[in-house]
């Protein structure tokens, strides 16, 4: 049995080196095992090369979120590990198809934004896309801090923001201003640490789950509000404004009840 | 014991004595591109070690087999898919160090080294033997690669393995790194002076000169 089996190749071994059929299938015989060689690396080492470049993007978005002054210290506290999610405001769920690589992609098509009518557009957008990119801070298994990126509208034009929520989707941690054109020394006091440092501790929501949040004209008087900065009404306004839309139905509302579900 | 002998010889020669670098001045390509840093050096060494000695056991092994006619694609075939799986292990398990050397592994491939070793030596000996001297290649080829590296970082950064061993100026420290060291060129100067290094020591190795220079100077005038 194993005389027969082994006589063709015995046979094909014992041929000259020079032989046109000897030649053919050297040929194909180390192709062969070289591809398999090749694919067999590739399909094996695949998954890991995977999880290696999306660590690198995940080092490349925390670089980006601590670059962002006060929220680096903010994280520091905190500790747990940062993910970026995109979301899809509609029904606050992670969106499907869409991932932090292919969201501006995304956003740069029409389709993918949602016009908003006079009585709901608090920050004076106009228009909101469908898809945003938040980041969440873990520890274990929970939300630990929740960043959301916003923007609103001031008295000198857009305000970029990235608000801080801690794990019990109640409590500011704290608010970054990522960009703004307000009055130098007037409105652009957003921009100081000073200001910025009423919002940790400040409250949301009421125990109704009302929405309560707001800038004061003046000095804060309950948990729920920061102070006003004097002279510079309408960009705080704005700041008011961005944050009541944001958490709103029409922003992260969805996405926050989700969280509370503990869908996240 | 003859044959240990003759083993440990194959091993060593090529650290000096043959080494493919200084005396062959072969696959002095990489050398130049990726010996600015140590780790980038010591990674490409590695991997270039790797695969000779693979390419070199496979092809001993199947050295009788081997039609002349088409020997040399059989070769490069081999250490072509030797070196795209020793890129991909890379890729996976040492992702920065492989963005650093970028296509220098893949350019193993083409590697003189690599090819000259195994028509030369593999093709015609048994798998032990070959394995020793491509090895030893190897470890000639890694010897020099991180002689180079170990300067150029030393003095281009101040730097070993990433390690300050000398404070820089602009830190507060006494040295100045030399810019020159991480360009090209340094490495082309490293590489002939050590050339050089090693032919004054041992004269043997020195070529004979191509051209006699002229005797009679004045007869240009």
Redesign the interface.
């Known amino acids: 049995m194993a005389e027969t089996e082994g006589n063709p190749w015995r046979r094909f071994?014992a041929l000259p080196?020079?032989?046109r059929t000897?030649?053919l299938v050297?040929?194909f015989l180390?192709?062969a095992v070289?591809?398999l060689?090749?694919s067999g690396?590739?399909v094996l080492?695949r998954p890991?090369?995977a999880a290696?470049?999306a660590a690198?993007e995940q080092a490349r978005i925390e670089a980006l979120v601590r670059g962002i002054p006060g929220m680096a210290d903010l994280l520091q506290q905190s500790g747990g590990t940062l993910s970026t999610v995109v979301i899809d405001l509609e029904d606050g769920r992670a969106a499907q198809d869409v991932t932090p690589a292919t969201l501006n992609a995304a956003l740069a098509d029409t389709g993918n934004w949602t016009a908003l009518e006079a009585g709901t557009d608090l920050a004076g957008l106009g228009q909101r896309p469908d898809y945003a990119q938040i980041f969440l801070l873990r520890q274990g298994d929970d939300i630990s801090l929740v960043l959301l990126p916003m923007t609103g509208k001031g008295y000198g034009g857009r305000i970029d923001a990235i608000l801080a929520i801690e794990g019990d989707m109640n409590t500011i941690a704290g608010i970054a201003i990522t960009n703004h054109s307000e009055t130098p020394g007037l409105g652009g006091r957003i921009e100081d640490s000073s200001w910025q440092s009423a919002f940790p501790g400040t409250q949301l929501y009421d125990d109704g789950g009302e929405l309560r949040f707001n800038v004061a004209r003046g000095e804060a008087s309950t948990d729920y509000q920061v102070d006003g900065i004097t002279g510079a009404t309408r960009t705080t306004r704005g700041i008011s404004n961005m944050v009541r839309f944001w958490l709103g139905p029409e922003g992260y509302g969805p996405l926050i009840a989700a969280i509370q579900r503990g869908e996240f | 014991m003859a044959a240990r002998f003759d083993l440990w010889t194959t091993l060593t020669e090529p650290l000096i004595r043959q080494n493919p670098v200084t005396l062959q001045i072969l696959g002095i390509c990489s050398a130049l591109a990726v010996t600015t840093s140590l780790a980038t050096a010591l990674t490409m060494s590695i991997s270039l070690t790797v695969v000779l000695t693979l390419a070199a056991v496979l092809i001993s092994l199947?050295r009788?087999?081997?039609?002349?006619?088409?020997r040399l694609?059989?070769q490069i075939?081999?250490v072509?898919?030797?070196v795209?799986?020793i890129d991909?292990?890379l890729?996976?398990?040492f992702?920065e160090i492989s963005r650093a050397l970028s296509i220098y592994v893949s350019l193993i491939t083409t590697n003189c080294l690599v090819l000259g070793r195994t028509e030369a030596y593999a093709r015609h000996h048994a798998p032990g033997p070959a394995a020793v001297d491509a090895f030893g290649n190897g470890l000639g080829y890694s010897l020099i690669l991180l002689i180079i590296g170990g300067v150029r970082e030393l003095f281009g950064r101040g730097q070993l393995f990433g390690w300050q061993v000398m404070p820089l100026a602009d830190q507060g420290g006494w040295f100045t790194p030399l810019s020159l060291m991480l360009l090209a060129p340094s490495a082309f100067f490293l590489l002939g002076g050590l050339v050089w290094a090693i032919r004054a020591l041992l004269p043997e190795q020195a070529e004979a000169p191509e051209h006699e220079p002229p005797t009679e100077v004045r007869a240009a005038e």
Request: aromatic residues 2%; glycine residues 0%.
């Open positions: 071994l080196n020079e032989s000897k030649t050297m040929a180390v192709a070289c591809a060689m090749v690396a590739t080492l890991i090369q290696n470049r690198e | 199947i009788r087999h081997i039609p002349d006619t088409i694609i059989v075939v081999i072509a898919s030797l795209i799986v991909q292990v890729q996976a398990y992702a």
